[in-house]
C-alpha cells in the first residue's frame, strides 16, 4: 500500500512539472527565428546549458541572438527522465518563440 502511494505522488508530482513545462498552444509553432540545432552528448549540452542559462541541471536549452535561436540537444537516444527528444525540441522551439514559463514553486515569477 506504501508503495502504490509513493507511485502515486511521484506521478502526480511529474504531471504537474509536464504542466508547466509545456508550452501552450500559442507558442507551439515552427519559429520564424532561424533555428540552429546543436546536439552533443548530454553531459556537453548540460554543461553548455549551465554556462548559458545558469542553472545546473537542463536536458536541453535555448540561446536566442537577432533572427537566430540556437536550440542545444542531447542526441538520439540520451536518457532524459521526463521527456522524448521531440518533446524537448517542440518546449525549446516554444521559448524561440518567446514563451516564458512559471519558476516551480513559485507561480508569479518566470524564467526564460
Known sequence: MKLAAVALIALTASAQAYELDYPPAEYR???????V???QTLGATMRACEHITGVQIRW?????????????????GAAVAW???ERLTEHEKAHCNGWVHPVRGKPTETNQ
Not at 536541453?60 to 538520439?76: Q, T
Open 29 to 35: 509553432y515552427e519559429p520564424t527565428k532561424e533555428v
Open 37 to 39: 540545432i546543436n546536439r
Open 60 to 76: 536541453a536549452c535555448r540561446l536566442v541572438i537577432d533572427d537566430f535561436c540556437v536550440i542545444y540537444l542531447p542526441e538520439r
Open 83 to 85: 521527456a522524448t527528444l
